[in-house]
């Protein structure tokens, strides 16, 4: 399979017809396609970045007024596919002798697999011998179509976690979060969807000739045997979007079978790969485009993709992803920088966009295990310089009195719980996460109307604090008595939650920080 000119993609068309379609079909305007169908919600984000990447690889407008034009009226189908036909020779699914997309160009030798070790959350050999696969099952995945192959191919090289001896992290470390703008008018098409996504070449480096330094497995693999490293230099600025840590090799079974991820009959399928460790070592300060990253304040340390964790993305991470985070020195994405600074402008009386957050919640403590995937939809909105300045200072204040309420919160129904809780021990994040879901709709509302405010206010109108101060409190007394009254009365200590609710309350109205933000609004109401 040729993944440039062969039908692969599913997607569904604007009359609700379901398709496959080949990557230039993106363009097509009669009867449009409309989204991508993925069989899993790791292959639809891997999908939306293999098809940017091929756009900013061989399509990227040359300046926004480019941009523009292409994003009111596509490129026809005939010019698109003309020019993605070039890369035809470079993106062949399998190959006995060349090139195959992202895998070794000359694997001398390797360890065969069976094709689910391919699928992130799927046991590793270790948990297979050891007989400790409780949760999620060998064998659910025993072979795969060329789709779903090449689609699984592409989500572990760009989320690779460490797997082990010599088995190497992706590009942007293991599990990392992308996050891509998306039109919020319901009648956009997929060619919308993608382009909003695709920075211009004044913006981005082009490539004059995509050979191995754009393409990993055009040429021999730069391994890492005696610890070599990939810096960001010693390739092209669009490899970032060909990451390849991984060397792997399918091998094809040549009979008919149906898919056992998507359910669709092939006439060829997958059931092993073979792998060997020692890929490529990505070091350095490497940024993706369309990751977040933490940076270093004295700029000692290199950049750090944000990564899923554990709780999932809530409003507490919106400023890092969206904006800028000075707190902890998060950074939105160059893709969503772009957006804020001039893209928005174009799509503001369009109905604007919203922000897609996905990624793998990876377990650094049991090798990089996949816990959970993560993906939410943030606001996203295009505002002056000063707009941004004045959100960002306002609304570092609004989600620092929240992480202050939830610390207070936890530390009483520990306290209520417990008779010694300073000895206890055991998962809080429950707590925190019913907060943080508890207050994430209010925020979300003040957030809007902070949004809108004029370029010229200097301080927040006071009944949007006072708002933001009454959730705080009330939603911090519901989770405490959900948590502390809902065991069975011989259970209960009424006098230790009492005390624990008592002082959580003082501790609340006595937060340094709580206390900042009602002189916020004192000072107002006096103004």
């Known amino acids: 399979m040729n993944l440039i000119t062969?039908?692969?993609i599913p997607v569904i068309r604007q009359n609700g017809q379901s398709d496959c379609i080949a990557p230039w079909q993106i363009a097509e305007t009669e009867n449009p396609v409309i989204e991508i169908t993925a069989p899993r919600p790791d292959f639809q984000g891997a999908l939306y970045q293999f098809l940017i990447g091929l756009l900013q690889t061989n399509f990227a407008p040359e300046d926004e007024d480019q941009w523009l034009e292409y994003w009111e009226q596509p490129p026809s189908a005939t010019v698109l596919q003309a020019s993605l036909d070039k890369l035809a020779p470079c993106f062949e699914l399998?190959?006995?002798q060349g090139p195959a997309f992202l895998q070794d160009f000359d694997l001398p030798d390797g360890e065969a697999k069976p094709i689910a070790a391919l699928l992130i959350e799927a046991p590793g050999g270790k948990t297979l011998k050891d007989n400790l696969d409780h949760f999620i099952k060998r064998g659910s995945a025993n072979q795969l179509c060329p789709s779903c192959a090449a689609s699984a191919l592409f989500t572990l090289q760009t989320n690779a976690p460490g797997g082990g001896r010599g088995h190497r992290a992706g590009l942007r470390g293991g599990g990392p979060l992308t996050t891509l703008v998306i039109p919020k008018a319901t009648q956009t098409t997929?060619?919308?969807?993608?382009?909003?996504?695709?920075?211009?070449?004044?913006?981005?480096?082009s490539a004059?000739?995509?050979?191995v330094s754009v393409l990993p497995w055009l040429g021999k693999t730069r391994t890492s045997e005696k610890g070599q490293m990939t810096m960001p230099g010693d390739v092209h600025p669009l490899h970032a979007y060909w990451g390849m840590p991984r060397r792997m090799r399918l091998i094809t079974t040549c009979e008919s079978a149906v898919c056992d991820l998507c359910g669709s009959p092939a006439d060829s399928i997958f059931r092993e790969y073979c792998t060997k460790n020692y890929g490529t070592n990505y070091d350095g300060a490497w940024q993706h485009p369309l990751t977040p990253y933490r940076h270093d304040p004295k700029k000692v340390n290199?950049?750090?993709s944000l990564k899923g964790q554990q709780g999932g993305l809530g409003y507490r991470h919106w400023l890092g992803l969206a904006l800028q985070d000075e707190t902890n020195g998060d950074r939105a994405a160059k893709l969503v920088q772009h957006y804020n600074r001039?893209?928005?402008?174009k799509l503001a009386d369009r109905g604007g966009a919203a922000l897609w957050c996905f990624g793998y919640d990876m377990d650094e403590k049991k090798s990089m295990k996949a816990r959970c995937w993560y993906e939410t939809r943030f606001p996203v909105f295009y505002l002056s310089e000063q707009q941004q300045s004045n959100l960002t200072s306002w609304t570092s204040e609004l989600i620092d009195a929240a992480r202050e309420t939830v610390k207070i919160l936890r530390g009483e129904v520990k306290a209520a719980w417990f008779r010694r809780p300073e000895d206890a021990k055991g998962d809080m994040s429950q707590i925190d996460a019913q907060f943080w879901q508890a207050t994430e709709a209010e925020f979300f509302c003040l957030l809007e109307?902070?949004?809108v405010l004029p370029v010229d206010t200097r301080l927040v109108p006071a009944e949007h604090y006072v708002s933001w101060l009454n959730t705080l409190m009330s939603k911090m007394i519901l989770v405490f008595e959900t948590a502390t009254l809902t065991a069975t009365p011989e259970d209960l200590d009424l006098k230790r939650i009492v005390n624990a609710k008592k002082a959580m309350l003082g501790r609340f109205r006595g937060n340094k920080i709580i206390k900042q933000l009602k002189a916020h609004a004192n000072a107002e109401e006096a103004a």
């Open 6 to 8: 062969d039908q692969w």
């Open 208 to 211: 004059d000739n995509v050979n």
């Open 94 to 96: 399998t190959s006995e």
């Open 302 to 304: 290199p950049p750090l």
């Open 190 to 205: 997929l060619w919308q969807k993608l382009w909003l996504n695709v920075l211009n070449q004044e913006d981005h480096d």
């Open 449 to 451: 109307r902070l949004a």
């Open 342 to 345: 001039d893209r928005g402008r």
